[in-house]
């Protein structure tokens, strides 16, 4: 029942399928199924996206969605979006940058939803770059980035503004949602 769910969740928001590559097109045998449809490098990022230092961020400031609606919302967008992700302290400075400036506190596309003390990114990758404001409280899972740009640990439910990032990285739901198996 949990995968069906899951599935069904997915194909609503475009996760199940593959963006269509235009007829004509020189290049469709040579392209794979995740090819990046735009050129981040050069600052060609999806529509309502922002480029900024060879990536493309989105913020949502309606502080409606809790962090699981706030990820799906982002994978929505189009495969390869995700809620963000900070790699660096470079790019943690582009975050910086890139959200408004009375409004930096959001959601990040780390939890530890799945096994208790294992920090994962939403596209299952292990996350290194931890630099917490406290320590981490075990019956919180998902993680915020505050306005100094240290990590807390926050309730999953409750609402939280968040940015969305296009890396052209699909997310991983068997990172972040324990489905009893």
Known sequence: MVRWLLAMALAGCGRLGFDAVPSGDANV????????PY????????????????HCYRFVTTGTEDWLEAELA????LIGAHLVIIEDDAEAELV???????????????????T????????????????WATSPDANEDCLLVRDD????????????DYMCEYDGRPADPSAYLDTGD
């Open 29 to 36: 045998d040579t392209l794979s199924p995740d090819a990046l």
């Open 39 to 54: 050129d981040i490098a050069n600052g060609e990022c999806p529509p309502t996206y922002v480029a900024s230092g060879g």
């Open 74 to 77: 982002c994978e929505a967008d």
């Open 96 to 114: 910086d940058g890139a959200a408004p400036p009375d409004n930096f506190d959001h959601s990040l596309g780390v939890s530890d939803r799945v």
């Open 116 to 131: 208790e003390g294992v920090y994962l990114d939403v596209t299952g990758e292990p996350v290194t770059r931890l630099p």
């Open 149 to 160: 740009r240290a990590y807390t640990t926050v309730s999953c439910e409750g609402p939280n």
